[in-house]
Each structure stands twice: as structure tokens, then as C-alpha cells.
């Protein structure tokens, strides 16, 4: 059974950053498309950013320049970098993955961010 654990979210200052990360169980990394979703009340999820496994990565129009996701496969994390926050960041955060071959898809958690305007 796969699970994804989320960690590092919190309250943080417009402006401020936040790393969030992303512990993968019970998989073989190298067969996922890893990614960071998102939802803030009375919204859809929406995706934040996605790495495929050889490290290519896209990103939300709304946080090109700002937001960075990584890998590492040694450790089976995923993390996302969140630089000059803004207040519309304010969501829960969860950790996505998808496999490649089976397509099944998994979900954490989530993990809250708040910017306070």
C-alpha cells in the first residue's frame, strides 16, 4: 500500500518562504510522477507543480518563478521550495503520485500554508 506523508507546512508572513516535503512508502520511486496539489477553501484542488521521474518538471502559471520542485531517489522525497509567499498561497498542500505503467494515482494528507494577508 502506498503512502505519502507531508510535512512542513505552517503560518509564514507574505514575502516568507516554506520548504514543504513529501515521504514516499511502499513504492518503487522511479515508476512515479511526483507532484504538489493544492486547495484553499471554496476552490478546486489545483495543481501546484509535478517532476516526472527523470526530473522534468512544469509548473501553476501562479508560481513559475517563486516555487521549486525536486526529488530525491535515494530517500523517496519530494519537495517543494515555496519563495516570496503571498497570501493567495494560503491551501492545504498535498503530495501526489501517479504510476506511470498502472496509472494508479495516490494522495497524502495534506499539509496546511498560511500567508496572512
Known amino acids: 500500500q502506498v503512502e505519502l506523508a507531508e510535512s512542513g507546512g505552517g503560518l509564514v508572513r507574505a514575502g516568507g518562504s516554506l520548504e514543504l516535503s513529501c515521504a514516499a512508502y511502499?513504492?518503487?520511486?522511479?515508476?512515479?510522477?511526483m507532484g504538489w496539489y493544492r486547495q484553499a477553501p471554496g476552490n478546486q484542488r489545483e495543481v501546484v507543480a509535478r517532476i516526472t521521474p527523470g526530473g522534468s518538471t512544469d509548473y501553476a502559471d501562479s508560481v513559475k518563478g517563486r516555487f521549486t520542485i525536486s526529488r530525491d531517489h535515494a530517500k523517496n522525497m519530494v519537495y517543494l521550495q515555496m519563495n516570496s509567499l503571498k497570501p493567495e498561497d494560503t491551501a492545504v498542500y498535498y503530495c501526489?503520485?501517479?504510476?506511470?505503467?498502472?496509472?494508479?494515482?495516490?494522495w497524502g494528507q495534506g499539509t496546511q500554508v498560511t500567508v496572512p494577508s
Open positions: 501526489y503520485a501517479y504510476a506511470m505503467v498502472t496509472r494508479e494515482e495516490y
Open positions: 511502499t513504492m518503487t520511486f522511479s515508476n512515479y510522477l
